[in-house]
């Protein structure tokens, strides 16, 4: 069993920053990849960005590229997400979940088997 908890999320304008944690702990040795999604009212979960524990590879959704960075620190157990250039269309919660695939960094949410309970960002205009 893998316990995955997020924290950090907020309120905050149009411009601004905002850095998400998740902090993993339990069966560690069965997560391989960390994801960040993300759900809006009304839409289906997304796939934002992924990293690997190991060598820190990581991918990233196209509407993300260049806004966003995800980050690990393996002692810690802890993967961040630092949003900046923050859009009312980044507006969702968050979910940070783990994925046990070796060989690639997946973006569909089926392939995380392990998901925190979520975190609201909220971005004004």
């Known amino acids: 069993q893998v316990q995955v908890v997020e924290s950090g999320g907020g309120l905050v304008q149009a411009g601004g920053s905002l850095r998400l944690s998740c902090a993993v702990s339990?069966?560690?040795?069965?997560?391989?990849?960390m994801g960040w999604f993300r759900q809006a009212p009304g839409k289906e979960r997304e796939f934002v960005a992924a990293?690997?524990?190991?060598?820190?590879?990581?991918s990233y959704a196209d509407s993300v590229k260049g806004r966003f960075t995800i980050s690990r620190d393996n002692a810690k157990n802890t993967v961040y997400l630092q949003m900046n250039s923050l859009k009312p269309g980044d507006t969702a919660v968050y979910y940070c979940?783990?994925?046990?695939?070796?060989?690639?960094?997946?973006?569909?949410?089926?392939?995380?088997?392990?998901w925190g309970q979520g975190t609201q960002v909220t971005v004004s205009s």
């Open positions: 979940a783990s994925s046990a695939s070796r060989y690639i960094l997946p973006h569909s949410t089926k392939d995380y088997g392990y």
């Open positions: 990293i690997r524990w190991s060598g820190g590879i990581t």
């Open positions: 339990g069966r560690t040795f069965g997560s391989s990849v």
